[in-house]
């Protein structure tokens, strides 16, 4: 029986690791899949206290983020594909026309 | 036994996204991805959640990743991404995710503290779960379909021009 504070504990550093990697990288892509990655700790923590809870709540959140997250995925995706052809580049260094 | 699945689990899902950082190559970013979302998908499954297990596993790993491994085909980055220079950038990053964490660790303590309930549903129930979704989450899961229709629509409208137009 694993107790439900190592899943949440877990749920943290996943978190922490998508932010560390949206700011170290550079590209748009990898950025995006760095928020993907703190989505999943989001469900991986709604699923931990769903069971500590005995609630089938914390479930039912995470296939609608599940959801969530398929849609955002696509429509990021377009975005850079559009940003890419504009500009040739998806580099976060190179995307800087608000710098003034 | 299933604290060493949790451990290898773990170990498993947190090493592909340090990996992740690590990597330049954006490819394997993707499938390192792919890895970390698989064994988050076993994580679920200890946790009583079946259901949401499987489909971690076949839309996360299976679809969106796929989404991205496509998108990256389409970009056909020739040059490989340069090191990044700014150390800066990375320590304030890195301070702020354990300023973070401990913000996290003490919110989780909390959580779990004040909710000891007896157990009433087991996690496995999916039937109970299919009820609610069509009960007490009617609306979102309406909603939810025109979510994904716009997200189709949306994305079809973005990308989906001839270049140069």
């Known amino acids: 029986m694993i107790p439900p504070a190592a899943f949440v504990a877990m749920a943290a550093l996943l978190f922490i690791l998508g932010i560390i990697a949206f700011f170290v990288k550079k590209d748009l892509l990898t950025q995006f899949m760095a928020v993907e990655v703190m989505l999943n700790a989001g469900n991986l923590a709604f699923l931990a206290l769903a069971k500590a809870l005995g609630r089938a709540d914390g479930q039912m959140v995470v296939l609608f983020v599940i959801t969530v997250a398929a849609a955002e995925a696509v429509i990021g995706l377009a975005i850079i594909v559009l940003i890419f052809r504009q500009r040739r580049s998806i580099r976060t260094d190179d995307l800087k026309d608000l710098k003034g | ?165």
């Not at chain 2, 297990?53 to 340069?82: C, D, E, T």
Request: glycine content about 10%; overall charge positive.
């Open chain 2, 1 to 165: 036994m299933a604290l060493v699945i949790f451990i290898v689990l773990s170990v498993l899902c947190a090493g592909a996204v340090v990996a992740m950082i690590a990597s330049r190559n954006q490819a394997h970013n993707a499938l390192f991805l792919v890895l970390a979302f698989s064994s988050l998908g076993g994580l679920f499954g200890l946790l009583d959640a079946p259901f949401a297990a499987v489909v971690q596993v076949l839309v996360y790993a299976g679809a969106i990743m796929v989404l991205f491994l496509f998108a990256i085909m389409m970009f056909n980055l020739r040059q490989p991404v340069p090191p990044e220079r700014k150390r800066l950038r990375a320590i304030l990053g890195t301070g702020l995710a354990v300023i973070l964490f401990a913000q996290l660790i003490l919110a989780g303590r909390r959580a779990l503290a004040e909710g000891s309930a007896a157990a009433a549903f087991s996690g496995g129930d999916i039937a109970h779960l299919g009820r609610l979704l069509f009960s007490d989450y009617l609306y979102a899961f309406e909603i939810t379909s025109l979510l994904i229709l716009a997200a189709l629509v949306g994305a079809l409208a973005l990308a989906g021009k001839k270049e140069g137009e």
